[in-house]
């Protein structure tokens, strides 16, 4: 989402941390969100609250914080606590990535072949520790590399991925102010099978990978949780700014997770995809870091769809002065 004055958006930011797993995504200045339409569209502006809609209170999560690296006492199962330690030596960050992403892997498997629409808690827990690992391994880069050269070939290609998509987005976010995360506005995604229906259904309309369509949703805003307009008036689960949504919406509701998906295939249609996703994806926004990011989500995605399951349960951070401090999910 390029940013109209140099800065990252509140929600973008939240978004970014939440994705990048830095400093925290919520919303996206993206230019398909931004930028009023004019001409051609590739050069015009184109886990669980216990209550839905009311995610738990803030708090201050940093790495190494925890009492232990694995399973704490009241977690579900095998799954760390919310604030387990991340270990910092690669051969232990790699045996924990490794068994946390084989047991997220079969988790989410449990999870769809029930008939529970909401994820259970196991899973959630499963997924915010992924998350966590991938933050702290975008924070450093040569205890990324050494552990990656430690990991499976499977989990090696989507750590890969991972830690790209995570440093790209850390590079873009900015600190915001503690009465910017108050004004956040956040709710319980709708469930990732429906969101998932949308997305298909929109890449049969326009040709438009659901993989992409998803990277771009986790990205702008954590899949819905990042219920704040942009500082630029960016609104909606797919940030549209109005211009651009009057060409584009095709008379839909921005604030619709069917609609926004739908309108997010159709002008990423009209700005070169599926032929060229990097063009389509920098019309959406303006920087290469961006695309690099929302491109090695898609593909991690695209590898095993599970990691869809696992994006839908990271949760938004966003980036004080002081460090992350974690807006959704179990405490």
């Known amino acids: 989402m390029r940013l109209a004055h140099g800065m990252i958006a509140a929600p973008l930011v939240a978004a970014l941390a939440a994705c990048g797993g830095v400093a925290g995504g919520v919303t996206g200045d993206s230019a398909a969100a931004r930028r009023p339409v004019s001409g051609d569209p590739r050069t015009a502006a184109a886990p669980s609250s216990p209550t839905p809609g009311a995610p738990p209170a803030a708090s201050t999560a940093s790495e190494g914080a925890g009492a232990s690296e694995g399973a704490a006492a009241g977690a579900p199962g095998d799954a760390p606590a919310p604030d387990a330690r991340i270990p910092t030596d690669p051969a232990r960050l790699a045996a924990a990535l490794h068994e946390t992403t084989t047991a997220l892997g079969r988790a989410v498997d449990a999870w769809r072949a029930s008939s529970a629409e909401q994820p259970p808690q196991q899973v959630v827990l499963l997924a915010l520790h992924h998350q966590r690992v991938y933050r702290a391994m975008a924070r450093d880069a040569t205890l990324a590399q050494r552990t990656i050269k430690k ?181």
């Open 151 to 331: 990991l499976p070939a499977a989990t090696a290609a989507q750590a890969r991925d991972n830690v790209t998509a995570v440093g790209k987005l850390l590079s873009m976010a900015r600190p915001i102010t503690a009465a910017q995360r108050k004004r956040m506005r956040l709710a319980e995604p709708l469930p990732a099978e429906r969101l998932r229906g949308y997305m298909t259904r929109a890449e049969k309309r326009f040709g438009v990978e659901w993989e992409v369509l998803a990277a771009i949703m986790l990205v702008e805003t954590k899949f819905g949780r990042v219920r704040s307009a942009s500082s630029s008036g960016a609104q909606g689960p797919m940030q549209f700014m109005p211009g651009t949504w009057s060409a584009y919406g095709l008379g839909g509701n921005v604030h619709d997770a069917r609609d926004a998906i739908l309108a997010a295939a159709n002008y990423l249609k009209a700005s070169g995809a599926p032929r060229d996703y990097r063009r389509a994806v920098f019309a959406y926004n303006h920087d290469t870091r961006y695309v690099d990011a929302v491109l090695a989500h898609a593909r991690a995605i695209r590898r095993d769809a599970r990691v869809y399951y696992a994006y839908y349960n990271w949760q938004v951070f966003t980036l004080s002065a002081k460090g992350d401090v974690r807006m959704t999910g179990p405490r």
